[in-house]
């Protein structure tokens, strides 16, 4: 069982930076693959970026590249989501979820199917 709790969220203006972390339990951190995820009002959850503990391989979803990374630090079993340049439409409440899972590529977990525990999600707000 893995616990996960996201915290680092926040009102922010557009153009500033926000980094959020997702803290988990569990020994076995380090061979889960994990992931960021968003979800706007009135909308489906949507993929944001996710980070495969094999070699540390990411993959974004395209509305964020260039302007979000995804890190994790295994020994503090951690993982980041740092977003700079943030916009108005990246308000959402941001959720991280790991997949034990880990056979596949990077470009496998970018559904919500893929993963197995989900923390509560922490608010960002982008002001314009």
């Known amino acids: 069982q893995v616990q996960l709790v996201e915290s680092g969220g926040g009102l922010v203006q557009a153009g500033g930076s926000l980094r959020l972390s997702c803290a988990a339990s569990?020994?076995?951190?380090?061979?889960?693959?994990m992931g960021w995820f968003r979800q706007a009002p009135g909308k489906e959850r949507e993929f944001v970026a996710v980070e495969h503990w094999s070699g540390g391989t990411t993959a974004y979803a395209d509305s964020v590249k260039g302007r979000f990374t995804i890190s994790r630090d295994n020994a503090k079993n951690t993982v980041y989501l740092q977003m700079n340049s943030l916009k108005p439409e990246d308000t959402a409440v941001y959720y991280c979820?790991?997949?034990?899972?880990?056979?596949?590529?990077?470009?496998?977990?970018?559904?919500?199917?893929?993963?197995?525990?989900w923390g509560q999600g922490t608010q960002v707000t982008v002001s314009s």
């Open positions: 569990g020994r076995t951190f380090s061979a889960y693959v």
């Open positions: 979820a790991a997949a034990q899972n880990s056979y596949y590529t990077s470009n496998y977990y970018t559904t919500t199917a893929r993963y197995d525990y």
